[in-house]
């Protein structure tokens, strides 16, 4: 593999930690929508929509890392 690949694989396995960590604590409550800007009071039910919008988004991410990894020839354990 050419350093070129490994420094792309290290960049995108590095993204995907970090975005599994948010995700982590998004989805165990340790998130408050208001944190990201939004500094209005929402009812529950938006700041619930919002959330999961974010978790979506998130996955989606960590997919997207996946592929791309795995496009690279890396094995990775499975999610």
Same mark, same amino acid.
């Given at each position: 593999?050419?350093?070129?690949?490994?420094?792309?694989?290290?960049? !995108?396995?590095?993204?995907?930690?970090? !975005?599994?960590? +948010?995700?982590?604590?998004?989805?165990?409550?340790? +998130?408050?929508?208001?944190?990201?800007?939004?500094?209005?009071?929402?009812?529950?039910?938006? !700041?619930?929509?919002?959330?999961?919008?974010?978790?979506?988004?998130? =996955?989606?991410?960590?997919?997207?890392?996946?592929?791309?990894? !795995?496009? =690279?020839? &890396? &094995?990775?354990?499975?999610?």
């Amino acid at each position: 593999m050419k350093i070129e690949d490994l420094n792309a694989v290290r960049e !995108t396995n590095d993204r995907m930690k970090r !975005t599994a960590e +948010f995700l982590e604590r998004v989805e165990a409550g340790k +998130f408050d929508v208001r944190s990201c800007g939004y500094d209005i009071a929402l009812p529950n039910t938006h !700041t619930d929509a919002i959330k999961a919008l974010i978790v979506s988004g998130l =996955r989606q991410q960590i997919a997207e890392c996946r592929k791309s990894l !795995t496009d =690279r020839g &890396v &094995v990775l354990p499975e999610a």
